[in-house]
Structure formats: C-alpha cells, structure tokens
C-alpha cells in the first residue's frame, strides 16, 4: 500500500541509524532528500539504488502537491533530512500535512534527533521541557527571549556557531548571569563536546575558544 514514509537519518555518526530504516530506504520507489549530495554519501556507504529527488525548504512549496499524487497513484515515497528526523527544524510539515489531508498514511520512524541526546546529557530537568528549534534571527527575537525568561520548563534550542556567542550574551541580559546552561556541539561526531555552567561561565567559554560545528543549547527554566 502507497505511503509515505519519515525516515530519520544519522546525525553524525552513521552507525547511527535503524535497521527498519535501512530496510524502508531500499524497498520505496523514491527517497525525497534535502540535499541529494548529502544523502548520496549515506545511501552509497548502505548499498542503497533508490532513486532520489530534491526536497528542500526552497522548493517543498512547489513540489508538494507532485509528491501526493505520485503516491496517490501508487508510489511508496520516504522523505529524509540531511540529518536528524524529518520536520524537526527541516523540511517534512508541509508534505506531511498534506499528505494527512489527503487521506495518504504517514508512518514516521522512531530514530536519531539532535536534541533528545543533548536534552539528557545536559543535566538539567527534562521532566517538562519545551522546544524552541532556532530563535528568530531580527524581527521577534527579544519579544521571544522576554517570554522565553519566564519559561518555567526546560528549553531547548538549536543554534548556529556564528550565533551562539549574540544568544549567549542575550540570556545573559534576559535571564540572568546565573541561569543554567548546557551547550552541546557536534554530537555523535569525532569532536563532540557538552559544556555546563551558568550563562556567563558558558559565555566565556566560547569567547576564549570560538565554537564550530552543529549547536543544541539547552536551558534551565525559571525558578
């Protein structure tokens, strides 16, 4: 029966990555990849043929009402990130909304995400969390981080090296010198690292050593 398929990705670490998911990637009839290349690399290292097209957050708009009808007509399709599980601050919500409107079964596989791993390791409450993915670059930003500052819950964040230093000093300013904070950067990879402390204590951290690589930042709540 024609479906579409989640597939969540390895992150890192290609060892990374269910044997269900390996089974699913080489029995559909076509893989949506945010980057065809990236995904190339994976598909190669497991032996997998199926044929790829391009899936991204520039195009999803335009190819989404494509997609639904190759499966209503009998395509099994699965859709991948370059990394991590697909909707998770990557393409994937819009197909699969429309795909649920459309009455097409969706099943989306358990697997690797960034923030699970860099939620647990931090420890800090995750009892109760909220995910926040990226905050807004310019327009709502502080409007986000006032409201974020009386977040009761932990809160986790995805940030980018060239950004972590500006978010840092901001939660310095709205939450305060002394919330906790857990900053994990490259997981799964040869040089992955947590760093905890207070905002500050993290803050300058990173202005003596300039971080690199893919960022989760968590946070703890307000007391």
Do not use: W
């Given at each position: 029966m024609s479906k579409?398929?989640?597939?969540?990705?390895p992150i890192g670490n290609l060892e990374d990555i269910t044997l269900r998911a390996l089974r699913v990637l080489k029995e559909v009839d076509l893989i949506?990849?945010?980057?065809?290349r990236t995904s190339g690399k994976l598909?190669?290292?497991?032996?997998?043929?199926t044929p790829m097209q391009s899936h991204h957050m520039h195009n999803e708009h335009k190819t989404v009402e494509n997609?639904?009808?190759?499966?209503q007509n009998g395509k099994t399709v699965a859709l991948i990130s370059d990394a991590g599980t697909?909707?998770?601050s990557d393409p994937g919500f819009l197909l699969t909304r429309a795909c649920v409107e459309a009455g097409i079964e969706v099943d989306c596989l358990p697997g690797a995400t960034a923030f699970v791993p860099a939620l647990v390791n931090s420890g800090l409450p995750n009892d109760k969390f909220v995910f926040e993915g990226f905050l807004p670059v310019k327009k709502g930003r502080q409007t986000r981080l006032q409201v974020l500052a009386e977040e009761t819950r932990t809160i986790i964040l995805y940030e980018s090296p060239?950004?972590?230093?500006?978010t840092?000093?901001?939660?310095?300013?709205?939450?305060?010198a002394e919330r906790p904070v857990s900053v994990s950067r490259e997981i799964t990879k040869l040089h992955e690292e947590t760093i905890r402390g207070t905002a500050e204590e993290v803050l300058k951290?990173?202005?003596?050593?300039p971080p690199k690589g893919e960022i989760v930042v968590i946070v703890g709540g307000r007391k």
């Open positions: 579409l398929f989640l597939v969540p990705t949506l990849a945010e980057d065809t598909l190669k290292h497991y032996d997998i043929n997609v639904v009808r190759q499966i697909p909707a998770i060239h950004k972590l230093l500006k840092l000093s901001q939660f310095v300013e709205y939450f305060g951290h990173y202005e003596q050593k």
